[in-house]
């Protein structure tokens, strides 16, 4: 029988009584303060940590914090608004007065507190109304809401086991992080090292090696996008794929024979696309080769190009179609292009394995707080 067993057959052998949060905890209030003062005030070396609304986080000093309210015990802050979520702190901190948080006069029954609210944090998210464009939840929520009290004891070794885990878990996900960068980082490098080593080849700026074509014909009119629907509708920016449309009409069709590259006229990200799709807006060109040479050695060739850009402005025609790039024969090409896919498909299969694993391990960590918590 493991400790925790023992623990609540010996003091809540007939189970544990639930009570609210109010009832138990402690609430504490946080500081009225704008996103214009935040702003002002934000100071790296600063000693109070200031939590607003999303994931919107500064550090500020105390003394440049108007009618400040600070936190100095370790507690669980209740993000209330927008991102629904829970946050144990154990430093001095403020937050929003639209926030609130809890704390106790014993720290472990707080990090309890944390995981149980954690472990609910879904019912929460779906006990938010909405308020313009934003989720939010009342006070009342929390207050009322009923958790299971067991004895101090038990609260600590239950503590004590999802601290372990959260730490197993933590460490696991940094080292899955970084191996993945090193994957990544080692592939750019070959796939640098062969394109930049063909002396005595031809180079070509890449407007005579592409065309492009505003996708103004294909912007979808729909804004109901839905995973359930088939047709992917693309967008300028890092989410590239911004939902699924039901719009049949004005697709653009592409496939494996018939690919193109969509370019993010303004951060110049570009993609790879062999499916049919529709688009956001014109903010992006749709990337086409021109003959006698191979489109996807094209599109790795651009991977290589070292180029960040500074201005929010349009950059395919007046800087980027600029850039030359060497052009081997075709043979020369193909094998490359062959090497590549083949480097990228084993990083894509070890990416893959390396994102199931943690997330078997974080539905692991899940199912085993929720036992905990369950009594």
């Known amino acids: 029988m493991s400790k925790l067993s023992e623990l609540i057959e010996k003091l809540c052998p007939n189970g544990v009584e639930y009570k609210k949060i109010s009832e138990i905890y402690t609430r504490l209030k946080g500081t009225p303060i704008t996103a214009t003062k935040m702003k002002e005030i934000e100071n790296i070396d600063g000693e109070i940590k200031i939590f607003a609304g999303g994931k919107t986080v500064i550090?500020?000093?105390?003394k440049d914090i108007p009618n400040a309210n600070i936190t100095r015990v370790p507690a669980v802050l209740v993000q209330s608004r927008g991102i629904i979520n829970t946050i144990f702190y154990d430093k001095p901190f403020t937050f929003k007065n639209e926030m609130w948080a809890y704390t106790h006069n014993?720290?472990?029954?707080?990090?309890?507190?944390?995981?149980v609210l954690k472990n609910n944090v879904e019912y929460f998210r779906e006990s938010a109304s909405g308020m313009g464009a934003l989720p939010q939840?009342?006070?009342?929520?929390?207050?009322?809401?009923?958790?299971?009290?067991?004895?101090l004891e038990v609260q600590c070794e239950i503590v004590r086991i999802l601290d372990n885990f959260t730490e197993l878990t933590a460490k696991l996900?940094?080292?899955?992080?970084?191996?993945?960068?090193?994957?990544?980082?080692?592939?750019?490098?070959?796939?640098?090292?062969?394109?930049?080593?063909?002396?005595?080849?031809?180079?070509?700026?890449?407007?005579?090696?592409?065309?492009?074509?505003?996708?103004?014909?294909?912007?979808?009119?729909?804004?109901?996008?839905?995973?359930k629907y088939n047709i992917p509708v693309l967008t300028a920016g890092q989410s590239f794929i911004l939902g699924h449309t039901n719009e049949t009409k004005g697709?653009?069709?592409?496939?494996?024979?018939?690919?193109?590259?969509?370019f993010d006229?303004?951060?110049?990200?570009?993609?790879?696309?062999?499916?049919?799709?529709?688009?956001?807006?014109?903010?992006?060109?749709?990337?086409?080769?021109?003959?006698?040479?191979?489109?996807?050695?094209?599109?790795?060739?651009?991977?290589?190009?070292?180029?960040v850009p500074n201005t929010h402005t349009r950059h395919w025609i007046g800087i980027y179609s600029q850039f030359e790039i060497p052009v081997p024969p075709l043979e020369v090409q193909y094998e490359i292009v062959r090497i590549l896919d083949n480097f990228t498909k084993l990083t894509?299969?070890?990416?893959?394995?390396?994102?199931?694993?943690?997330?078997?391990r974080k539905r692991q960590y899940e199912y085993y707080r929720d036992k905990l918590l369950m009594f």
Request: hydrophobic share 35%; proline share 3%; aromatic share 16%.
């Open 173 to 227: 996900t940094t080292e899955f992080t970084t191996e993945l960068k090193a994957r990544k980082k080692q592939y750019e490098y070959y796939r640098d090292i062969m394109l930049n080593c063909l002396n005595g080849v031809e180079y070509k700026k890449l407007e005579e090696c592409l065309e492009y074509e505003q996708p103004t014909k294909y912007i979808v009119k729909d804004t109901n996008y839905d995973d």
């Open 265 to 307: 006229d303004f951060t110049t990200n570009f993609h790879w696309v062999d499916f049919d799709f529709k688009v956001k807006s014109s903010a992006m060109k749709m990337l086409k080769i021109r003959k006698n040479i191979s489109f996807r050695y094209i599109y790795y060739a651009m991977k290589s190009i070292k180029f």
């Open 59 to 62: 550090n500020a000093n105390e």
């Open 251 to 262: 697709i653009y069709r592409a496939s494996k024979e018939n690919p193109v590259i969509i």
């Open 348 to 360: 894509m299969e070890f990416t893959t394995e390396l994102k199931t694993e943690l997330t078997a």
């Open 106 to 115: 014993e720290v472990v029954s707080i990090k309890y507190l944390y995981y």
């Open 137 to 151: 939840i009342s006070l009342k929520v929390t207050e009322n809401f009923k958790i299971p009290i067991p004895p």
